[in-house]
């Protein structure tokens, strides 16, 4: 059981490129996020899922676009990667099956360096 | 959405007892209260979890009481691979998929 597999490790972009981040789970869990996490600071909720063809937004969305076309895959996509979007961010996913409450699962995050 | 508080950092020795109080005061009824633990460069990962009084498992103990509004995480006898950021997390999938990570606290364990 790989768990939640993020790709790249790391990754260093000029400002105005473009990519996307990848986050694949083999558990059949039905709720993916992402979350950035700058030096020092917490977890930030970019975009989250709670199932295929299901989004919305988290605390700080703009400039991040994400989809959910299959159960395991869940892409972050940056459109035009600024400075401000240099972090480390993380991928989660967890079952959401009515009468639990099961943990997040993560990823070892990708190392993103924008210049 | 229940916003937590915790505090910053805490400095502890290694066999102490250390417990860190998350403040939740506007928690929702169908909430629940689960902490993290994060390594440098790795992600979180999953310690404890509770919805009202006390939990135990081979790791630590969650304590909550009756009001719901504070829990605490108790490690009982830490090492110098505690040495790690904690993070309280209030919410629950049931309610929606909006779960905020508070600031964390940053626990550091000398010898």
């Known amino acids: 059981n790989a768990g939640v597999t993020q790709t790249p490790k790391f990754q260093v972009l000029k400002t105005g490129q473009s990519m996307t981040l990848q986050c694949a789970q083999d558990?059949?869990?039905?709720?993916m996020s992402w979350y950035r996490q700058d030096p020092g600071m917490g977890l930030r909720l970019i975009h989250y899922?709670?199932?295929?063809?299901?989004?919305d937004q988290g605390e700080v969305p703009n400039g991040y676009n994400v989809s959910r076309s299959t159960t395991e895959d869940f892409p972050l996509r940056l459109l035009s990667a600024a400075p401000s979007q240099t972090s480390v961010y993380f991928c989660?996913?967890?079952?959401?099956?009515?009468?639990?409450?099961?943990?997040?699962?993560f990823g070892n995050g990708t190392r993103l360096t924008v210049t | 959405l229940a916003k937590t508080t915790q505090p910053i950092s805490m400095d502890s020795y290694e066999g102490q007892e250390v417990n860190i109080t998350c403040s939740h005061n506007?928690?929702?009824?169908?909430?629940?209260i689960t902490w993290y633990q994060q390594f440098p460069s790795q992600g979180p990962r999953f310690i404890i979890q509770?919805?009202?009084t006390k939990v135990t498992n081979e790791v630590a103990s969650l304590f909550i009481p009756a009001d719901r509004k504070s829990s605490t995480l108790s490690l009982p006898r830490v090492s110098l691979s505690d040495t790690a950021v904690y993070y309280c997390?209030?919410?629950?999938?049931?309610?929606?998929?909006?779960?905020?990570f508070g600031q964390g606290t940053e626990l550091s364990v000398k010898p």
């Open positions: 989660a996913s967890s079952y959401r099956r009515t009468g639990t409450n099961s943990p997040l699962h």
């Open positions: 558990m059949n869990h039905e709720y």
């Open positions: 899922s709670v199932g295929a063809g299901i989004t």
């Open positions: 506007n928690i929702a009824t169908n909430d629940y």
């Open positions: 509770g919805y009202k």
């Open positions: 997390l209030v919410g629950g999938l049931r309610q929606g998929g909006k779960l905020i």
